[in-house]
């Protein structure tokens, strides 16, 4: 039977991908991880979490139902995840949620490398049980022959978030923890950033958990609350990257990418902007998008300097309607998560090898 995940970047043809759903969706309420955007007394560390209103709901599925039909009519296989209903409270022998967060964002859950598909552990304790959504796609993956694993489930006791709320905006290192979407794939080459959601211990059990084939790096940007890497740097192909020009790199990692032939184009900024808090469209929202192959891109139809940017680097670009999904936590390339695409493992780091 032959195996049906395979993809190694962000960039090789796409074949068969994961749309995500907005059904069942709720707010997070207040929890430790969020402590960076409510501080002691205000009313967001009140606010207990409740079910999204299902007209809300409505408008960001028909966008997401447009998405799956357009990648459909391209001749792409499209999954979904099951609906779940994430107003249910639950908890753990340490903390209690009121409820949990979405389905409309597998990139979050689910990194897929070469034919491996990793399931996260998640960095908010909303988001705890995410993963049962995509049970019944990764049994059906892992029948054709893919290779499943799953990250260490956490405690997410208050330590891990202790330095949070006053000092720099990243988790602790108590345990391993990560999301999917703090890491970038480029080949061999995978880059992630410390941030709200993944840690060292995290990134150091995917090295291991991958092998030596694989080189994950750290890179840091200067950014005041973090979280994940897709509207930071943003491969478009083999050579060319979006950078975001008001969060510098902190580091010389940049340098690795000069090295190694790399174009680092800064993108616009988003046509829409909003103060940073959750849920939030993030100002560089823009950046989250979808790369069918080398040279087609999916873009939210209203981000028209972001559009003219690629149109300017050789891409072909394919506008679709997408600010109704955003309230239900990313982006195109949020709310996607490829798991075929037509290509073999590389290195585009040439000076590693």
């Known amino acids: 039977m032959a195996n049906l995940v395979n993809s190694w970047n962000e960039w090789d043809p796409l074949e068969e991908v994961i749309v995500g759903t907005a059904r069942g969706a709720a707010d997070i309420g207040y929890e430790p991880g969020l402590a960076r955007y409510h501080p002691p007394g205000s009313q967001g560390r009140i606010f207990a979490g409740g079910r999204v209103i299902e007209t809300l709901q409505d408008e960001a599925e028909r966008q997401l139902d447009a998405l799956a039909a357009l990648l459909a009519d391209r001749g792409i296989v499209v999954r979904r995840p099951e609906p779940i209903d994430y107003g249910v409270g639950f908890g753990s022998p340490d903390w209690a949620c009121g409820n949990g967060r979405a389905g409309a964002c597998p990139r979050d859950t689910l990194l897929v490398v070469g034919d491996t598909i990793v399931e996260a552990n998640m960095g908010h ?38 330095g949070m709320a006053e000092g720099p905006a990243i988790l602790g290192d108590d345990e391993p923890v990560f999301e999917a979407a703090c890491f970038v794939r480029m080949g061999r080459d995978i880059f992630w950033q410390p941030d709200m959601v993944s840690n060292a211990a995290g990134a150091a059990w995917l090295a291991r958990a991958l092998g030596s084939d694989i080189r994950i790096h750290t890179i840091r940007f200067a950014e005041e609350s973090p979280l994940h890497i897709d509207t930071t740097l943003v491969p478009v192909r083999p050579g060319l990257a979006l950078i975001n020009p008001e969060r510098p790199c902190l580091d010389d990692s940049l340098a690795l990418f000069a090295a190694n032939g790399w174009e680092m184009v800064p993108a616009p900024r988003s ?24 040279h087609t891109a999916v873009v939210e139809a209203a981000e028209t300097p972001t559009i003219a940017l690629l149109e300017s680097l050789g891409c072909t670009v394919v506008p679709l309607p997408f600010d109704r999904v955003y309230g239900f936590g990313g982006g195109l390339h949020c709310c996607t998560s490829d798991i075929r695409r037509a290509g073999t493992l590389q290195s585009w780091f040439p000076t590693l090898d």
């Open 271 to 294: 046509v829409r902007s909003t103060p940073p808090q959750p849920g939030a469209v993030s100002n560089w929202i823009s950046m989250n998008l979808l790369m069918l192959d080398p």
């Open 125 to 162: 304790r909303a988001r705890y049980f995410e993963y049962r959504a995509y049970r019944r796609l990764m049994m059906d993956y892992f029948r054709h022959g893919a290779r499943w694993i799953a990250a260490p489930k956490p405690v997410l006791a208050d330590a891990l978030f202790a």
